[in-house]
């Protein structure tokens, strides 16, 4: 199976500041499967970027995705506080199964 | 709007047996795959099974960690999504979520319910 790790494991940052999250995957992934999920205590997964890039329905154009092969990054440009919360990545394009990073947790500094 | 329900979790010992359900309205069902996501307290995502639609003959792919354990099906006609799990152990405790996979027109895994808890102890 393909292994993502994400780094940092917890990011702490204030408000109105930049965020950047990190995915590696073990082997190549194709763009067109790689997902970002925001996931707040109590809540279920919210789908933010499929594709690498592309933003789903209702999501702030404060969130943006990119990368390619191994290296995929979550950007939220100005943090708001509702955007902290933990990440995860997952990839969806393999035919040895769908597999999720770890987490990064967006903590408020 | 879309909506998914999930029912059916509980307190099971070890080896026994469950089956999930997930009601789904405000789409298409049939159009669409259909996958189940677990979630350890405290702990991260997992994906656990998949069932594709009539058009790709309603294939199945399950995780490792339950392949030959669990069964996914869905009924159509129903709207609906289940999970048979069978020889449970501890460390299938999680809450279990019902996720809206891949159709021609959407993004896969973009609508998730809420979820439903699955205890497995003695």
């Known amino acids: 199976e393909i292994v993502l790790t994400q780094s940092p494991g917890t990011l702490s940052l204030s408000p109105g500041e930049r965020a950047t999250l990190s995915c590696r995957a073990s082997q190549s992934v194709s763009s067109s499967y790689l997902a970002w999920y925001q996931q707040k205590p109590g809540q279920a997964p919210r789908l933010l970027i499929y594709?690498?890039?592309s933003r789903a329905t209702g999501i702030p154009d404060r969130f943006s995705g990119s990368g390619s092969g191994t290296d995929f990054t979550l950007t939220i440009s100005r943090l708001e506080p509702e955007d902290f919360a933990v990440y995860y990545c997952q990839q969806y394009g393999s035919s040895r199964g769908i597999t999720f990073g770890q987490g990064t947790r967006l903590e408020i500094k | 709007e879309v909506q998914l329900v999930e029912s059916g979790g509980g307190l099971v010992q070890p080896g026994g047996s469950l089956r999930l359900s997930c009601a789904a309205s405000?789409?298409?069902?049939?159009?669409?795959?259909m996958d189940w996501v677990r979630q350890a307290p405290g702990k991260g995502l997992e994906w656990v099974a998949r069932?594709?639609?009539?058009?790709?003959?309603?294939?199945?792919e399950y995780a490792a960690s339950v392949k030959g354990r669990f069964t996914i099906s869905r009924d159509d006609s129903k709207n609906s999504l289940y999970l048979q799990m069978n020889t449970l152990k501890t460390e299938d405790t999680a809450v279990y979520y019902c996720?809206?996979?891949?159709?021609?027109?959407?993004?896969?895994?973009?609508?998730w319910g809420q979820g439903t808890l699955v205890t497995v102890s003695s």
């Open positions: 069932t594709r639609n009539k058009a790709n003959s309603y294939t199945t």
């Open positions: 996720v809206r996979g891949y159709s021609s027109s959407s993004p896969s895994f973009d609508y």
């Open positions: 405000g789409f298409t069902f049939s159009d669409h795959y």
């Open positions: 594709g690498a890039s």
